[in-house]
């Protein structure tokens, strides 16, 4: 019973829908578009992909370098640690151990930015799209276009005059 009267709004919508539809099926008109493909083929969508790698290049750089100093540190310490004091072997664990502290925590800071200016970059690619989704709705005279579906005909899918209109600069 729960599960009805959660999903009522949605069986009136639907069935309203499908009462008005046949009397003006051969005037609706529906599209789709792929926004996954959006974000891979639009040269704005690129371009942020590219100027993110750029952004952020030397900080995965040096992060790696990071890494690999430590894992170097690491394994020495592994192969001197029988030869070692108990104080000297103390001393240099804490210190790996700070290290590498300091290392997640570069790392994380490093994934947070870049997760954060990739959300930027992809809501202003996402903007540009929705801007040329609403052109090309408008002068083609479409009732609805989706951006996710379970299932879509091919047919209805307008991704690629989505794509063509973005890369020749509409929507801006």
């Known amino acids: 019973m729960t599960s009805l009267s959660r999903h009522l709004p949605l069986v009136v919508l639907l069935g309203s829908m499908a009462a008005a539809v046949p009397a003006q ?14 974000f ?19 900080r995965e750089k040096e992060l790696v370098d990071l890494g690999n ?3 170097s540190a690491t394994d020495k310490f592994e192969r001197e640690a029988p030869t070692l004091s108990e104080s000297q072997r103390a ?16 790392r994380r800071e490093f994934q947070e930015d870049l997760s954060s200016r990739k ?3 992809l809501a202003t690619v996402l903007d540009r799209a929705n801007k040329v989704v609403k052109q090309v709705a408008e002068a083609e005279k479409y009732d609805v276009i989706l951006q996710e579906a379970v299932y879509i005909n ?4 307008i991704t690629d005059k989505v794509i063509k209109a973005m890369n020749a600069g509409n929507g801006k």
């Open 154 to 157: 091919p047919k209805l899918d």
């Open 25 to 38: 099926a051969q005037d609706f008109k529906a599209g789709f578009v792929n926004t996954d493909r959006v």
């Open 119 to 121: 959300s930027e970059e």
């Open 91 to 106: 001393s240099k664990q804490r210190a790996l151990a700070d290290q590498d502290r300091d290392f997640q925590r570069k």
């Open 69 to 71: 100093t430590l894992k």
């Open 40 to 58: 891979r083929e639009a040269n704005s969508a690129k371009a942020a992909q590219t100027k993110l790698e750029q952004e952020f290049s030397k």
